[in-house]
Structure formats: structure tokens, C-alpha cells
């Protein structure tokens, strides 16, 4: 069985910085890529980046892209996101997610192509 935990949210001004962990336990995960998303109130669930276990390739949505850098920790299980000049849009509960297939070149982008997801941590950026 496979879990995801996340920790790191809170609140924070507009301009600073957070860091956000997903711990990931129950299996290997070598060859699957994690993802982190993230869902505002009264929006869809929105894809952020990702990050492949094994070859480290990463990809980031335009909205993140400059500012969120994903990364990993192989001997730790764990997949950071690190948050930087961050806006009262990025305002959401942000979710690690783990794809459901193996693959060193695809990227996911959509949530149904993830099949564990963790609880997910609220991050709040006032103006």
C-alpha cells in the first residue's frame, strides 16, 4: 500500500519562500514519476510539476515555472517542492501525487494519470 504524506504549508506573505514535502512509503517507486498539483477553492485540481524517480527530468507548468523548483531525496523516499516568489494565486491545497505507470520519458500532466495521491497541505500567500 502505498502512502503520501505531505507537510511544509502554512501561511506566508507575498514575495517569500516555502518548501513543501512529500514523504512516500509502501513500495518502490523506481521508474514512476511524482507530480504535485494543486486545487483552490471552486477550481479544478491543477497540475504543478513534476519530477521522474529514476532520471531526475523535470517539467513545470507555465504558472510555476521561474519560481517552483521540484526535487527529490532517493535515500529519504521524499520529493520537495520548493516555492519562491510566491503569489496570493498560488493560494491552494497542494497535493504530491505518484503516476500510475513507468515510463523515463513521458510526462504527466493530467490527475487521472496518477493513482496515490497524499492528503495535501493548504499554502496560503497573503497580499
Known amino acids: 500500500q502505498v502512502q503520501l504524506v505531505e507537510s511544509g504549508g502554512g501561511l506566508v506573505q507575498a514575495g517569500g519562500s516555502l518548501r513543501l514535502s512529500c514523504a512516500a512509503s509502501?513500495?518502490?517507486?523506481?521508474?514512476?514519476?511524482m507530480g504535485w498539483f494543486r486545487q483552490a477553492p471552486g477550481k479544478e485540481r491543477e497540475f504543478a510539476a513534476t519530477i521522474n524517480w529514476n532520471n531526475g527530468n523535470t517539467y513545470y507548468a507555465d504558472t510555476v515555472k521561474g519560481r517552483f523548483t521540484i526535487s527529490k531525496d532517493n535515500a529519504k523516499n521524499t520529493v520537495y517542492l520548493q516555492m519562491n516568489s510566491l503569489k496570493p494565486e498560488d493560494t491552494a491545497v497542494y497535493y504530491c501525487a505518484k503516476t500510475m505507470y513507468r515510463s523515463s520519458w513521458y510526462v504527466a500532466k493530467r490527475a487521472d494519470e496518477y493513482d496515490y495521491w497524499g492528503q495535501g497541505t493548504q499554502v496560503t500567500v497573503s497580499s
Open positions: 509502501g513500495r518502490t517507486f523506481s521508474s514512476y514519476a
